[in-house]
């Protein structure tokens, strides 16, 4: 859409974008499924808001809501956090089954003094109003881009898998790539033009908070060969000198909080 270079809608009306105009709008969801029950039926959790999901990255809060992170997988977009309204029941998992669909969905604005916010994607706050174009929560999930526009986030070189550390609350972002960004559209959170080889940043939520509405972050490094100096790479001084990577894509942490980054 709209080029249609697939040319599924030739085959099958639901890809007919002028029969099915809004079967594009149906995908782009998280998806849950319960690994418990075979006989479960998946669901989409729309409340997490509708965008090329990559990775989630979960903790329970230290307020018992649980939390998920999530990136959007393309140049320019943004990196969103959900934090549910109900707390997690660790005594009956059952009463968690639909968790998912009671929360705020957030999208982040980093500045540029090492701080940044949680925007909130609420229908009817700020600019998320039916005179602009949401007609109610569903719009606002559903184009998560155009209202994170509206807002204001920033535009981050595609977001890829997000996790959490459980050691020590900080929160790493994959950042793949983004060779389309000029030099007048660098920014704090995204500091190289022609940006090949990726880079990763973390947050810290403010006094160890994932609900709270501000944190701080840094450039935790920026990947390429550090022995090319046009490529501006910055590792670990002590980092090998095959030790180098690029294009961070997936990301775990271990049982000692180590960070493997998949490439």
Known sequence: IPQQAYGWGKFHERFDIAKE????????????????????????????????????????????????????????????????????????????????????????????????????????????TPELGFADQGTVVTFARQASDMLGATKMDRPEDIEVNPKTNKVYVMLTNNTKRKADQVDGANPRPDNKYGHIVDITPDDGDHSAATFTWEVLLKCGDPAVADVGATFNPLTSKSGWFGMPDNCAIDALGRLWVAT
């Open 21 to 128: 105009p809004n079967e594009a709008h149906r995908f782009g969801w998280v998806v849950e499924i319960d690994p418990f029950d075979p006989s479960s039926m998946p669901v989409k959790r729309t409340a997490l808001g509708r965008f090329k999901h990559e990775g989630a990255g979960n903790t329970i809060n230290k307020d018992g809501r649980f939390v998920v992170y999530q990136g959007d997988d393309e140049r320019f977009d943004y990196v969103y956090k959900f934090v549910t309204d109900d707390k997690v029941d660790l005594e009956n998992p059952k009463a968690n089954a639909d968790i998912l669909d009671r929360g705020t969905l957030y999208v982040a604005r980093f500045n540029a003094d090492g701080r940044g916010q949680w925007l909130a994607l609420v229908h009817g706050q700020g600019s998320l």
